[in-house]
């Protein structure tokens, strides 16, 4: 919090619209400059970062920094983490439709068709497992102290 002018949660929760105003505006100035850099956290956002990157470029030319950011590596770390996290939940989801797509008659063999079966479940008990273990790591960070410097 203390990138957006504020010492704890508690004292942008207690603001003011007025007040906040500005460090809202310098979040969003923040995740342009995040978007604008193109740098994805995964190779499976990459496409879309380039592309977001490109039309940034050409609203803000050639400038380096969009007015207003103010990038860190903590911060980056930050939207890198809100990404990821649906990336992954995604992920999960499409590895359960593939379960769902292929039925028993789409094998010639038994043995063939149980060996698919386990597959998919290990891969999707290994997704949603590490799916929870960040989840519980998030949740863990999120509880503690409600005045904890965020950045």
Do not use: C, H
């Not at 007025?18 to 850099?37: C, G, S, V």
């Not at 193109?38 to 190779?43: D, I």
């Not at 079966?117 to 960070?141: C, H, V």
């Amino acid at each position: 919090m203390k990138w957006l002018g504020y010492d704890s949660l508690k004292t942008f929760v207690g603001a003011s619209i007025e007040e906040r105003r500005p460090a809202e505006e310098r979040f969003a100035r923040t995740f342009e400059q995040y978007l604008k850099d193109g740098r994805a956290p995964s190779a499976g956002l990459q496409s879309l970062f380039r592309r977001f990157a490109n039309w940034l470029k050409a609203i803000y030319g050639f400038m380096t920094a969009v007015p207003g950011s103010q990038m860190s590596d903590d911060v980056r770390r930050m939207f890198d983490r809100l990404f990821v996290a649906e990336e992954q939940q995604t992920e999960a989801r499409l590895r359960y439709d593939l379960y769902q797509a292929l039925n028993r008659e789409d094998f010639s063999e038994e043995e063939a068709y149980q060996a698919y079966l386990a597959l998919m479940k290990e891969s999707i008990d290994a997704a949603n497992e590490d799916l929870t273990a960040r989840g519980m790591r998030d949740m863990r960070y999120l509880s503690g102290p409600t005045d904890r410097i965020l950045a």
